[in-house]
């Protein structure tokens, strides 16, 4: 959370060092299922499935480099599920990790970097903190099935459903769908992928938000409780800032009929004009 001005002013700036960094997604640019033996642009080596990630093969003078060493033949990178995964470096400064069986491939001089000069938000405004109602599932039947299906990442997989959060924005009543999201910092997370009316205005309006929705994480109180919404911290989701990331779909749940004016807007360039 960010209790004050300055606690803001850190989280605005972190954001876009993340934007704009190596392994940001402004970096990405590419990212391909390999589900059988093939080439990956712009990269070196053949690639191809494997048990707990992807093989690679490549001659010494490809240049390709896995977890330091350099590749002579065919060797296994690890993906994000293992323990370690693997890092990849090639020629020209591009790298490349391994995510399920696709292969992502980051250039830290990708010309969206260059034309990136910040991410456009709304003035921060105490009017957009508030609180809701933390309800968690139980264990069951219903709240598995739930849990199995309700909410889907990018890929289509099934997100674990946390509970629900109860809360009004403006003068409606929502019934939020949070999931788990990764720990931040050692500490539990809920994710909230939330689209409201904002979303429904062209780009160029002042007034808009990105098309696909956005984010708020906030602390998992672990049971029920009541919950900080400060609408301050939407974030906008990887897939705003590179057509290589796919979006997760905010549930039914989760589309607010009214606006947010709270929280990012866009990537822009110094121009103020969005560059995805």
Known sequence: ??????GFADHVAERDRWARGPRG????????HVDQQQPVWPVPGTWAPAVGGLTVTAA???????????????????????????????????????????????????????RFARIAR???????VGSGTYVPLHAGAGDDR?????????AGDALPVAGHIE?????TTMRFVAVRSAAFRG?????????????????DDPGSTYSMGRFLYLDDPGTADTVELDWNLLVLPPCA??????CPIPPAENRVPVPITAGERHPVDSAGTVLH
């Open 1 to 6: 959370m960010t209790d004050d001005a300055g």
């Open 25 to 32: 997604p402004l970096a990405l640019v590419n990212a391909q």
């Open 60 to 114: 010494a003078t490809d240049g390709v480099v896995v977890d330091g060493v350099p590749v002579d033949g065919t060797v296994l990178v690890a993906g994000d599920t293992a323990v370690v995964p693997s890092a990849v470096a090639f020629p020209d400064g591009f790298a490349g990790t391994v995510s399920g069986s696709t292969l992502r491939v980051w250039d830290p001089a990708a010309e969206p970097i260059h």
């Open 122 to 128: 709304f003035d921060r405004s105490d009017d957009w």
């Open 146 to 154: 739930e849990a199995r299906g309700s909410v889907l990442d990018a």
């Open 167 to 171: 809360t009004a924005v403006g003068s």
């Open 187 to 203: 500490a539990p997370r809920l994710q909230l992928i939330v689209q409201d009316a904002t979303s429904a205005l062209a780009e």
């Open 241 to 246: 800032f590179s057509y290589q990331f796919a």
